[in-house]
Structures are given as C-alpha cells and as structure tokens.
C-alpha cells in the first residue's frame, strides 16, 4: 500500500505541488475499518509526504467517513498537529452540513479550499451563480488557504461561465 503513496508523493514534490488531497474510506464500506484505523494509516501518509516536502490532507468529501465534521474533528484530535484540511463546499453542501461550520471548526487547519457556488436547484455552480458568502470565507481564512474554482462538468455550459466565476471572485477579495 505505502509504495502508491510513496510514487504520489515523490511525483507530487517534483511537480512543486504543496499539498496531496486524500478522500480517504467511504462511509459505508464492504469491510468496516475502525477510526482508529484509518487515522493511524493516515499519519502513516503524513509521513511519508513529510519525507517528500509535501502536505497530505483529509477532504470532506460526500459519502465518505470524511462528510461529516464529527469524523473529522475525531481524525484532528487523533492526528493533532498533523492534520490538515482540503474544506470542499459543495461537498459539504451535499453531505448536508454547513460549510461555515466545517470552516468555522476547522479554520486552523484548512489550507486549501474547493470552491464552488450553490442555491436550493443546483449544489454545484460557479461563483456568483449561487448563494454562498465568499467574503465570509476569505474574511475567516484570509490568505492562509490556497483556493481552487472546482466545478463539475454538469455545472457550467461554457468557459466563459468559470472566467466570470474567477472576476466574480477577484472583486471581492
């Protein structure tokens, strides 16, 4: 197992990437794995992306153990200072938590954010097509998170729709 992340890594420092994005295990699994676990396998990662110079970090990510902030304040108490945080709002959104909770929880240990806009109809927009408060979220992460437009392909028609999502995001930065 730790030979894939130790390649993921090692590739992911040659790219000059900072951090490696883990989902981690689903909810519901075949086979289920104690916290415990999965939190000691995890640490396992961080090592392994320490020896490379690189961040591995826990993702909310719908359907999986990490949808729920719960799970991940557990993972953050286990792992303390080698946790760290991908906050994914229309994940959040579609797990059915708040994202200003996730992000007001965890605001010490997010450094990277996906984002994306959302409304009653649609979980998944671009910004400036939805509801969500992005002056609240850089006002409470300022620059200590790297942001990241991450819209499906069922989200936008055109690119010109993620280039207004992106002006949309500079004026209010």
């Given amino acids: 197992m730790n030979d894939i992340y130790k390649e993921t890594c090692h590739a992911a420092a040659l790219l000059g990437a900072q951090f490696v994005v883990i989902h981690g295990a689903v909810a519901q699994p075949k086979i289920p794995i104690p916290e415990e676990r999965y939190f ?4 396992q990662l961080v ?10 970090c826990q993702e909310n990510v ?20 080698d946790f760290h945080m991908v906050l994914d709002i229309k994940q959040a959104v579609r797990a059915g938590e708040d994202p200003f909770v996730f992000l007001d929880t965890f ?6 954010v996906h984002i994306s806009d959302h409304s009653p109809e649609k979980d998944c927009q671009p910004p400036g ?6 002056q609240r979220l850089y006002r ?3 620059d200590r998170g790297h942001y990241m437009i991450e819209i ?21 930065q």
Avoid: W
């Fill in 62 to 81: 719908n359907r999986f153990k990490s949808q729920h902030i719960a799970f991940c304040d557990r993972m953050r108490h286990a792992l303390g200072d």
């Fill in 140 to 142: 409470t992460l300022g």
């Fill in 129 to 134: 097509q939805g509801s969500f408060d992005f």
């Fill in 47 to 56: 090592e392994i992306g320490r020896a490379e110079g690189v961040t591995v």
């Fill in 152 to 172: 499906y392909s069922r989200g936008y028609r055109v690119a010109a729709e993620l280039q207004r999502a992106k002006a949309y995001l500079d004026t209010i």
């Fill in 40 to 43: 000691a396998r995890f640490l």
């Fill in 107 to 112: 605001q010490k240990e997010i450094v990277h």
